[in-house]
């Protein structure tokens, strides 16, 4: 008698996130209700049309993982020149965005409130984007947990091809392990090519977060990357 085998375990597809909860405040709900359904661009599995998103022809950077949007408000405030995409999953973070939009008529600016590997297999055509930003990613710091770090060969390959030629992908952290994670993978991805020896200068263009303020005040490190599709 044959016997029936096993069914095979269920695989969950790899996230770029994890899912914590937070507080909506009340200017961020107001945000989210007023704000959303100009700047939210629902998640759609079909390619976004950027230029008709932000109604003009402009250089297009997708920034993954914004948090509060408060590094991403000013970067799109100080190169209105520039249109920026951000892509989030918490809602309190998505909600201060708007909230910040709001406040500085930044028009610039567009979210995605999904999470980004869909966003870039689905909406992100190849080849369409000036720039991408990472910004202190979640470092995982517990070695058991490194395989959960975003900046991985086959993600970063995803990345690059959705760069133009000459187009440049911002990585930052402030976890020293983490960042020679980053900058061993991004070398080894043909497609890009490093613009420093080893790690990069802040651009005048990133401006410090206040924990990373406090966190040079204490003497921690923060290293850039930034390379460019070949």
């Known amino acids: 008698m044959t016997e029936t085998p096993p069914p095979e375990p269920t695989r969950r597809a790899v996230k770029s996130f994890v899912l914590r909860a937070g507080r909506m405040g009340t200017g961020q709900a107001r945000a989210l209700e007023d704000l959303g359904p100009r700047f939210l661009i629902p ?9 008709a998103a932000f109604g003009r ?7 993954i993982g914004f948090g509060m949007g408060d ?11 520039n249109d920026y995409l951000g892509i989030e999953v918490h809602t309190p973070g998505v909600g201060a965005l708007l909230k910040r939009i709001g406040e500085g008529s930044l028009g610039n600016l567009r ?11 689905h909406m992100i055509a190849d080849a369409s984007l000036d720039g991408i930003h990472i910004f202190f990613p979640d470092p995982w710091p517990k070695k058991r947990h490194n395989k959960r770090r975003l900046i991985q060969p086959g993600f970063v390959a995803k990345l690059a091809s959705k760069l133009k030629p000459g187009a440049y992908l911002h990585l930052a952290t402030d976890w020293e392990d983490y960042a ?10 043909p497609a890009l090519v490093n613009t420093a020896r080893d ?9 410090l977060t206040k924990f ?8 921690h490190g923060v290293w850039d990357l930034i390379f460019t599709r070949v």
Do not use: C, F, N, W
């Open 199 to 207: 790690y990069s200068a802040r651009p005048d263009y990133r401006p």
């Open 180 to 189: 020679g994670q980053m900058l061993e993978v991004l070398s080894g991805e």
């Open 71 to 81: 590094s991403t408000a000013t970067i799109a405030a100080s190169l209105p020149g």
């Open 43 to 51: 998640y759609t599995p079909e390619l976004l049309d950027l230029e």
């Open 57 to 63: 022809t402009a250089p297009k950077i997708l920034e």
């Open 212 to 219: 990373e303020k406090r966190g040079l005040r204490l003497g």
């Open 111 to 121: 979210i995605v409130q999904h999470d980004a590997v869909e966003v870039l297999d």
